[in-house]
């Protein structure tokens, strides 16, 4: 009975994080898009948009689905919630090769497709460890994997910056990649902080 009692304590601490949590991306999500509109007619904002506003706005829920449950026992809702998943992967995949058939991107559509970007990949992240790879790293790597997590940031991030430098004009002999990788790892870096940081919270190198 006691078990049961604190199964549904977490249940509605992680609902109540999930709320909260869901609450700040719509604002961000808002603000986003009203900061577009502000600077683009609506009717323009609506044509030369219309491929990030789906995946933004439905980033929402999806974080929210993610927060605010601890288990799917519903097999339907499950298979929903995957199914989600394996959409925003092909909003990904679309937004790649959007970026490699244009010459140039704008800024707010490479900004929001990071965004979502970071999003998915954390859920996924999330997910990858609640289903049991957090265990196996605590027994290969000891309780300190989620302290050396940070050198995968680290080197990410120095990674992301390098990409970054590669756009200066005074750079000579420029490496030959995309430009648009550049905010893609950096935002991969910072989920991999936040990762981090969440473990740390809800001490999943303890299990």
């Known amino acids: 009975m006691a078990r049961t009692y604190l199964k549904r304590e977490a249940y509605l601490e992680m609902q109540k994080k999930g709320i909260v949590f869901g609450a700040l991306a719509l604002a961000a999500a808002i603000g986003f898009l009203i900061l577009v509109i502000w600077r683009h007619d609506v009717r323009d904002f609506l044509r030369k948009w219309d491929a990030i506003i789906p ?5 929402v829920p999806l974080l929210t689905t993610h927060f605010a449950r601890t288990t ?6 499950r298979y929903l919630y995957y199914g989600m998943l394996f959409v925003f992967l092909g909003f990904i995949f679309n937004f790649f090769v959007h970026f490699s058939s244009v010459g140039r991107v704008h800024y707010f559509e490479l900004v929001g497709a990071t965004i979502v970007y970071a999003g998915f990949l954390f859920v996924v992240l999330s997910e990858i460890m ?3 790879l957090s265990s196996v790293l605590t027994r290969w ?8 997590l940070d050198y995968v940031y680290l080197v990410l991030g120095a990674l992301g ?4 430098t590669n756009r200066l004009e005074i750079v000579d002999e420029k490496l030959s990649m995309p430009e648009y990788f550049g905010p893609f790892v950096l935002a991969t870096a910072l989920v991999v902080r936040a990762i ?4 740390e919270i809800n001490a999943w190198n303890k299990v």
């Open 196 to 199: 981090k940081t969440r473990a």
């Open 55 to 59: 995946p933004l706005v439905n980033l």
């Open 130 to 132: 609640i289903a049991g």
């Open 72 to 77: 799917i026992a519903n097999k339907t809702s």
């Open 141 to 148: 790597r000891g309780e300190i994997w989620v302290k050396e």
């Open 161 to 164: 910056l390098a990409m970054s």
